[in-house]
């Protein structure tokens, strides 16, 4: 059996209890204030005054030096099979951690049938992926890219050994190693690069868009006119973004040291709808492939708003170029395929979220909610060297 499917069985064996009921658009989930957090004695979060922290596993408290170690491994090549793929390939800084691709594409050239989703505030997600409510932490979903099988990624399944042996063998990584994880017998463990990879991407925060030293920071000048009329009409119920982009991270799955639950959601937007009882494409129906549900055919997560004008193209399978086209399909109510295999309309789906009811803009109204959306962009994000490649290739 493949090791990626190994993996989700023994998480679904462990909540097969919630899998029965299926997953209702809206969870409240996991209370931080009932969990034991870690505690971070010599790690100061680079946060403005009005951000929360993001919650912390007990057993992998941030650490300057844990930290340092997850970026070499975060852009490391040597982590792949074919040593010219890393993390980073997916998610390049630039681009707000994603890459440009309708779908991502392995070591071995298979294609991923999801579109990669930004690391920008990762954090802060309550969920990590699009369609899967038991994938919560960070330290567990970073096995999937590295030994999953069913897409490869990375493509290290099956070559644990290989992969301890050139960390042991590394006079850099054998340093950054002990000094990350001094009180551990074995410093050199898929545990300790996953955890250390974990931190690291907990470090990639969001906080200094224009919108934000708007909102937060005082500075009515940081946006214009016409994003301020944007975000009244992003925030309006005549549009209903809000309702599933709203919050800290403009995401409704989310969680942070100031929530009492974490919150997760899942919704069907009526992308597709190939059958009278709502289907989606095969290998991409949300969390139905969790569940079997039928209510969650069609329902993926919302992800974050946050530096969107950098990440297209948009939805789970990269099927929207521009955001142009993302508001053309939220205004239908639905998108609408005329011919191909993929042909339905997607506003008559009947397990579509009640928030996507359609909406008329003027041409000054779209150009309104544009800037609002440009206005997410953090340019300082993007050019930090703290999260670039630390390596000379």
């Given at each position: 059996m493949h090791r990626s499917r190994l993996i989700s069985l023994a998480i679904l064996g462990l909540l097969?209890?919630?899998l029965a009921l299926g997953f209702s658009q809206v969870l409240a989930v996991d209370s931080p204030a009932g969990r034991a957090l870690a505690t971070e004695p010599d790690f100061v979060w680079n946060l403005p005054e009005w951000a929360p922290k993001p919650v912390v596993p007990a057993d992998n408290p941030m650490t300057q030096a844990k930290v340092e170690l997850g970026r070499h491994l975060f852009y490391e090549k040597r982590l792949s099979v074919n040593g010219e793929q890393s993390c980073a390939s997916c998610h390049i800084q630039s681009l707000a951690f994603t890459d440009g691709?309708?779908?991502?594409?392995?070591?071995?050239?298979?294609?991923?049938?999801r579109n990669a989703m930004s690391l920008a505030n990762v954090a802060y997600n309550s969920v990590l992926t699009w369609a899967n409510p038991l994938m919560r932490h960070l330290e567990q979903q970073m096995l999937v890219p590295l030994?999953?099988?069913?897409?490869?990624?990375?493509?290290m399944g099956g070559r644990e050994d290989q992969l301890l042996a050139l960390l042991?063998?590394?006079?850099?990584?054998?340093?950054l190693l002990a000094e990350a994880?001094?009180?551990?017998?074995?410093?050199?463990?898929?545990?300790?690069?996953?955890f250390a990879i974990a931190a690291f991407q907990r470090t990639l925060v969001s906080f200094n868009s224009p919108y934000?030293?708007?909102?937060?920071?005082?500075?009515?000048?940081?946006?214009?006119?016409?994003?301020?009329?944007?975000?009244?009409?992003?925030?309006?119920?005549?549009?209903?973004?809000?309702?599933?982009?709203?919050?800290?991270?403009?995401?409704d799955s989310v969680q942070h040291e100031r929530l009492a639950f974490s919150e997760v959601a899942f919704h069907n937007t009526g992308l597709y709808n190939l059958t009278p009882e709502g289907d989606y494409p095969p290998g991409n129906t949300g969390v139905y492939e969790i569940t079997h549900a039928p209510k969650d055919m069609g329902r993926f997560k919302a992800p974050s708003l946050r530096n969107i004008a950098l990440t297209a193209p948009y939805m789970h399978d990269g099927s929207i170029q521009t955001l142009d086209e993302a508001i053309d399909h939220y205004a239908a109510g639905g998108r609408t395929i005329e011919t191909g295999p993929y042909a339905g309309v997607g506003r008559f789906n009947p397990l579509k979220s009640t928030f996507i009811q359609g909406f008329e803009l003027t041409e000054q109204e779209r150009q309104d909610l544009l800037a609002f959306l440009n206005t997410l962009t953090d340019e300082t994000f993007i050019q930090n060297p703290a999260f670039g490649n630390p390596h000379d290739d």
């Open positions: 097969s209890c919630c691709k309708v779908v991502s594409v392995g070591t071995t050239g298979e294609a991923h049938p030994f999953g099988e069913e897409p490869v990624e990375l493509g042991r063998e590394d006079e850099n990584y054998a340093r994880f001094p009180d551990v017998d074995e410093a050199v463990s898929i545990r300790t690069l996953t934000d030293r708007y909102r937060y920071g005082g500075d009515s000048n940081a946006i214009s006119a016409s994003a301020k009329r944007g975000e009244t009409l992003f925030h309006s119920e005549r549009l209903e973004c809000f309702h599933c982009h709203g919050g800290l991270i403009f995401s």
